[in-house]
């Protein structure tokens, strides 16, 4: 069975810091999809960055980027020059890459981004 | 943008009422789910549904839950004689066709459910 695990449940940061969220995971398979979601106090689950697991590249997303690191199913979140806007629940998750398989989350790290 | 929609945002039920909470997906998506999660704890996978069926359900999608796509366009999740434990925020979610790197899930907002 698929896992996800994070281990920081909570981080605080000053802003315009930079802030790394760690996670990691384990499966049998060899073609996943990884993604980080945010969870604002308004509790929607927002998409901030997705991996293919067949792309040894790392996804970025503007302040957002990943490091991807197959081999050791690690695949952790680098928010650069933090805002306060990103404040929120963050979520690693996993899917496989069938249309219809469902998502499985790690238990989420809480982020406060300080003033 | 086009987007998840869920009603109600926050329903309150006594116990051992039945509940259905509503998502509009996106219109060309194909591929539907529910999620929950518990107040403090992580998001957790209850069923995914496509053509008109159950693709795969968790052990905690029991004969309390059912689904439904009533119309084309709406995705209920019923429950039925809640319980306590059942109060929770209620996640839909739904995907569109295709393969590859268009996998992505778009999530609803959320329906807070809270069994009194």
């Known amino acids: 069975a698929q896992t996800v695990t994070q281990s920081q449940p909570e981080m605080s940061v000053q802003e315009a810091e930079t802030v790394t969220l760690s996670c990691t995971y384990d499966t049998s398979e060899s073609n996943y999809y990884l993604f980080w979601y945010k969870q604002p106090p308004s509790r929607q689950m927002i998409l901030v960055i997705r991996?293919?697991?067949?792309?040894?590249q790392n996804a970025t997303e503007n302040r957002f980027s990943v490091n991807f690191q197959k081999a050791a199913k690690s695949f952790s979140l680098k928010i650069s020059d933090s805002q306060l806007g990103d404040t929120a629940m963050y979520f690693c998750?996993?899917?496989?890459?069938?249309?219809?398989?469902?998502?499985?989350f790690g238990k989420g790290t809480r982020l406060h981004i300080l003033p | 943008e086009p987007e998840v929609t869920q009603t109600p945002s926050h329903q309150v039920t006594q116990m051992g009422q039945e509940v259905i909470l509503r998502c509009v997906p996106i219109s060309n998506h194909l591929y539907f789910y529910w999620y929950r999660q518990i107040l403090g704890q992580k998001v957790e996978f209850l069923v995914s549904f496509y053509n008109n069926e159950i693709s795969e359900k968790s052990e905690i999608f029991d004969d309390q839950f059912s689904v439904e796509r009533p119309d084309g366009s709406n995705f209920t999740l019923k429950i039925r004689s809640t319980k306590l434990e059942d109060s929770a925020m209620y996640f839909c979610?739904?995907?569109?066709?295709?393969?590859?790197?268009?996998?992505?899930?778009?999530f609803g907002q959320g329906t807070r459910l809270t069994v009194v």
């Open positions: 998750a996993f899917t496989m890459m069938n249309r219809d398989d469902k998502i499985i």
């Open positions: 979610a739904s995907s569109p066709p295709g393969q590859g790197a268009d996998t992505e899930a778009f």
């Open positions: 991996q293919e697991a067949y792309k040894q």
